[in-house]
């Protein structure tokens, strides 16, 4: 009983700990702003030959938080789900993970190239 609980609680804490990351990536300033473009585009415009681009550096690791938050969202709801033994909503929900990986991968792809 008490396992079950310290789950439970687990839940909670990552739902929120991902609001968070997700208030942090909508909130905080990023490049884009001056030109009126997105924290993708400023990422992407990025190119290979420029070394150290702060900007699209910054914009990389939004991309990579936002993802981050996603994952811990739906992470926070499959165990609930789980919980509640909810088989089709699960396998649902965890096929929808796949966009948070696929996104890091690209802020995680565009980081690399801002830097180098």
Not at 16 to 42: K, Q
Request: charged share 10%; net charge neutral.
């Amino acid at each position: 009983m008490q396992h079950q609980n310290r789950d439970l609680t687990g839940a909670p804490k990552f739902f929120w700990v991902g609001i968070f990351l997700l208030l942090v990536v909508f909130l905080a300033p990023d490049a884009g702003r001056l030109d009126h473009r997105s924290f993708f585009a400023v990422a992407q415009s990025s190119p290979w030959s420029q070394l150290f681009d702060w900007a699209a550096a910054w914009c990389s690791v939004k991309i990579i938080l936002l993802s981050l938050s996603l994952f811990l969202v739906l992470d926070a709801f499959l165990s609930l789900l789980i919980r509640m033994e909810h088989q089709i909503a699960c396998v649902l929900l965890f096929s929808f993970a796949i966009v948070p990986v696929v996104l890091g991968v690209f802020g995680l792809y565009e980081l690399i190239k801002a830097v180098l």
